[in-house]
T-cell receptor, first 115, second 111 residues
Framework: DGGITQSPKYLFRKEGQNVTLSCEQN?????MYWYRQDPGQGLRLIYY???????QKGDIAEGYSVSREKKESFPLTVTSAQKNPTAFYLC??????????????FGEGSWLTVV | SQQGEEDPQALSIQEGENATMNCSYK?????LQWYRQNSGRGLVHLIL?????REKHSGRLRVTLDTSKKSSSLLITASRAADTASYFC???????????FGTGTSLTVIP
């Protein structure tokens, strides 16, 4: 089946640790995105990538890092510099950017909790 | 931030009634999309309306767009308990390639 796969679904992080959330898509989409969602809140853009080996910061990039070495993969690392990382993280992709009128497809999300 | 806002934040209705939620945004857009999110899940695309369109239908969904007021509305007719979810609008702006999401409306349909 075509789609976006995020893993793990649930992740616990100790203080001071870096953790990496995986996102893989087999839709052959050029653009990929990471959003953060806090309980009862909307989505905030962390990073996005329009093409392999290129990515841009979103509204809340501090404390996060990404890479786009392959078209189908866009992992997100939550670093120890992110002081309040407990949230629901959503990965998404679209054929091209938002201005082109493409639909954005989402993974099922990853819950990150700091313990 | 260019994030939009949905109104109301929460809506509770009886099954069979219609549900209307609104979205306001700040900048010129190419298109506006509505998404649905069940609790703890990813978002699912419902409908897209382009900036040169004023109304669009898909099944029980009706979307309107007023670019002069920078607002859109989503109408769900004959609601069902299974429509219980959060609904978000997302805008594609003319410059840049990000999607900007609103804050969401939480809809509860009571059987």
């Amino acid at each position: 089946d075509g789609g976006i796969t995020q893993s793990p679904k649930y992740l616990f992080r100790k203080e001071g640790q870096n953790v990496t959330l995986s996102c893989e898509q087999n839709l052959n989409h050029d653009a990929m995105y990471w959003y953060r969602q806090d309980p009862g809140q909307g989505l905030r853009l962390i990073y996005y990538s329009q093409i392999v080996n290129d990515f841009q910061k979103g509204d809340i990039a501090e404390g996060y890092s990404v890479s786009r070495e392959k078209k189908e993969s866009f992992p997100l690392t939550v670093t120890s510099a992110q002081k309040n990382p407990t949230a629901f993280y959503l990965c998404a992709s679209s054929a091209r950017g938002a201005a082109s009128g493409n639909t954005i497809y989402f993974g099922e999300g990853s819950w990150l909790t700091v313990v | 931030s260019q994030q939009g806002e949905e109104d109301p934040q929460a809506l509770s209705i009886q099954e069979g009634e219609n549900a209307t939620m609104n979205c306001s945004y700040k900048t010129s857009i190419n298109n506006l999309q509505w998404y649905r999110q069940n609790s703890g899940r990813g978002l699912v695309h419902l409908i897209l309306i382009r900036s040169n369109e004023r109304e669009k239908h898909s099944g029980r969904l009706r979307v309107t767009l007023d670019t002069s007021k920078k607002s859109s509305s989503l109408l769900i007719t004959a609601s069902r308990a299974a429509d219980t979810a959060s609904y978000f609008c997302a805008t594609g702006v003319r410059t840049g390639n990000q999607f900007y999401f609103g804050t969401g409306t939480s809809l509860t349909v009571i059987p």
